[in-house]
């Protein structure tokens, strides 16, 4: 690599993380739509799974984008829910307070860099 393209990953590295930061936005407003729905045992199910599949994809882009508290969060949950082994079930309060707490670092990720 030369430095004439190493500028070049950057400006790249930070376009991604623009735009990582603005579907943070729209991610954390649908779980906070999938998490009350964790409280209706009929919702529970189809709620766990795509709040695993969007935890999922936080979990492998956030560190990489300066926000490795956001990505080891987003990452506990998904793994927590991956660990499910029968559907529908009512989430253990434990996994309830990760996504809250996810949801809480979504808010104050882009402000602070990063969330712990």
Do not use: Y
């Amino acid at each position: 690599m030369t430095p004439s393209n190493a500028g070049g990953m950057s400006n790249g590295l930070a376009r991604v993380r623009v735009r990582f930061v603005a579907e943070l936005r729209v991610r954390r407003a649908r779980l906070i739509e999938l998490r009350s729905q964790l409280l209706n045992l009929p919702l529970c199910a189809e709620a766990l799974k795509e709040i695993g599949q969007i935890s999922h994809k936080i979990a492998g882009t956030a560190a990489i984008l300066g926000f490795p508290g956001l990505g080891a969060s987003a990452s506990a949950i998904d793994d927590a829910i991956d660990q499910i082994k029968v559907w529908p079930t009512a989430p253990d309060p434990a996994l309830l307070d990760r996504i809250d707490r996810m949801i809480s670092d979504m808010e104050l990720a882009p402000e602070k860099g990063d969330c712990t």
